[in-house]
């Protein structure tokens, strides 16, 4: 039983995490959320908490900066985009129960004052920017951080923005090579 309300984009999504885990829904229903939804995700967090936990694609980052700007304070859990992949179709209910559980696992709470623990220059030293493996390199830490896979720009934000500890990403990193 997961204590926090889970956000997902549709229908479909709510069957799948139903079948992996026992929870309360709140569906978006796309990018135009329909009335009273960022109210309903709003009086939710208040109650219970919220974890958003969009599809690993553009729209869904689209999603989840929409919702996280309009409700500061939310959870985020990130799906690992070759777990929600099938047949071409990209989305959370492609994942297996068990996909879905692991990402759930590694839930990460958005820190809103500025932090910069993590720099450039660790991104370069690291091989996750200007190494010719980078997106590999970045999708895997970001698997392993439970932050998701994003370009350079935001897998560095994400590094700052969702608690991660050096000591946890240096672990991350050194399971590379």
Request: include cysteine; proline fraction near 3%.
């Amino acid at each position: 039983m997961i204590k926090e309300v889970i956000v997902v984009e549709g229908r479909d999504d709510v069957t799948a995490v139903k079948r992996a885990v026992d929870c309360e829904l709140i569906t978006t229903g796309g990018y135009g959320f329909p009335k009273g939804t960022i109210e309903r995700i709003r009086s939710a967090k208040e109650r219970r908490g919220v974890i958003i936990f969009t599809d690993p694609d553009f729209a869904g980052e689209k999603i989840r900066k929409k919702i996280s700007n309009a409700v500061p304070g939310c959870k985020h859990a990130f799906l690992p985009r070759e777990e929600a992949i099938k047949k071409g179709d990209i989305g959370i209910e492609n994942a297996t129960p068990e996909s879905i559980r692991s990402a759930l696992s590694k839930v990460r709470t958005e820190i809103r004052e500025d932090r910069s623990e993590f720099t450039r220059v660790d991104m370069v030293r690291n091989g996750l920017t200007c190494h010719e493996d980078a997106s590999n390199r970045r999708d895997r830490v970001g698997k392993k951080l439970g932050i998701g896979y994003g370009n350079a720009k935001q897998f560095l934000s994400r590094l700052n923005n969702y608690g991660v500890e050096r000591e946890e990403f240096e672990d991350a990193v050194s399971k590379l090579d």
